[in-house]
């Protein structure tokens, strides 16, 4: 599998979409936009309905299954829908929302043991809250169309603030299972994903203790403390900076010097177009080569969430540019390695001005892999997997 960063589809909008407010067609859609390619095949594990069997595996050993609830929404050709306990779609309602305001999507799991279900064909999150049930808020978009508030565990005003809970993302068609673990927006339930189809595939895997060794890292860097919170969860750097809870300019004196020193030398970006030379020139960062593209000198959100001054089009050319640049700030690799994108693990994040977050989640899973920041599958360090045959999926909670 080739690193995503060199393919033309990015799963960019999930950043931007899902921060507590109604979207009229979920970013969720575009989490593996290359699986909307139009395949004529056909799934080899889906069912007659279409559906892929996903089993749920409770083993947090502190939440028994009826405490364990399960949400499945996102959307279907453009519209917003959620999966019911039975595994069928039903389109997301305004009169789904009850007395108190909101509606109930929760699926019960088994009375003990693995959960059984089927996947519906469809571009959605997985979301899991112990505990406590989720708020989901059905509103009218801009358009008039029913669509989903979603739970954004780092506003401090949201209703969901206080549950514990997370999500994995997936895009199902007939093109196959593209499936990820995401910890772009914060850090909280250890989960994994296993794909079976073509061949059998895990990741997301936290190691024994990981979980609060992830939290216990993030902590010692005064920077990024308030990022924790309680046992709850780690928020991502960039909602910290939105909420006042991180320095704006924090990664500022490494954006200085990375245009400072490419202002007298070159920096090469290889992608799957070919490799781009660039310099900085009149204070933007001018690449030739398979293209001419250039960049503005980026701000610390720019880097935090790859977008603004380092947002990645889907062009074959300035996106995957783009986002080995991103990955190289967050990583803090653009200085010392002219050549990018660094593919050694060993040289991530050796900086003291880095991206911790994104480290320490990285140090706590099995294999390395993790969603820290957007374009982490750069160089293919990201907790995704894909498979154009799948047979199953299994989502299995770990203990906290």
Known sequence: MSPRHQRSLTRRKVLTALGGVAVAAPAVAVIAPHALAGSKSTAAGADAAGGLPLTVVNNTGSFGNDSVHLYIVGNQDGKQVRVTPEGALAPISLSDN??????????????????????????????????????????????????LQYPAGWVTSDPNYEVLHDCAEFTFNASGMFCNTTMVDMFSV?????????????????????????????????????????????????????AGIFAKDYFGPYIDEVWSTYTGKDLKVTTNAGTFTGRVRGEKFTFDGPASVSFAKPSTRDVLFCDGNLAAPNDGTTGPVAAVLGAGFNRSTLISNPAQPTTEPGDFYQTDLTNHYSKAIHAAMEDGKAYGFAFDDVADFASYIQDTAPTGLTLTLSAL
């Open 98 to 147: 009850g007395a108190d305001g909101f509606t109930d999507y929760a699926i019960p799991l088994a009375g003990s043991g693995e959960t059984k279900l089927s996947l519906p064909q469809m571009s959605g999150r997985i979301y899991v809250a112990l505990g406590k049930k989720l708020k989901f808020k059905a509103v009218a978009d801009g358009n008039g169309n029913a669509a």
């Open 190 to 242: 250890p989960m994994s994903i296993r794909l079976s189809g073509a061949k059998d595939q895990t990741t997301g895997v936290v190691r024994e203790g990981g979980r609060a060794a992830a939290f216990a890292a993030v902590k010692e860097i005064p920077e990024f403390a308030p990022l924790v919170v309680d046992d709850v969860r780690i928020i991502a750097p960039g909602h910290g900076l939105d």
